[in-house]
């Protein structure tokens, strides 16, 4: 009869892929609440960004640079 041995702590390789298995296995994704945050929040961005696009500085600045780049002499 052999003597029982004690458990051994998780090594790191074995956390590791108890997580990834888990992860992998987690199919719960987003919620309906998380759509909708997201949704929101791409859209607040699309319109900050249309916005600064549109400022008459950034129109200025552009119109700028096509300007002396079409009167420009070699």
Not at 29 to 56: C, D, K, N, P
Request: net charge neutral; proline share 4%.
């Amino acid at each position: 009869m052999t003597a029982p041995t004690a458990p051994t702590a998780p090594t790191a390789r074995s956390r590791l892929r108890d997580r990834l298995a888990h992860l992998r296995d987690d199919d719960a994704g987003m919620s309906t609440a998380e759509y909708a945050i997201g949704t929101v929040a791409a859209a607040a961005f699309g319109a900050i960004l249309y916005q600064v696009v549109t400022g008459e500085s950034i129109v200025g600045a552009l119109t700028g640079i096509v300007q002396r780049a079409l009167t420009s002499t070699f």
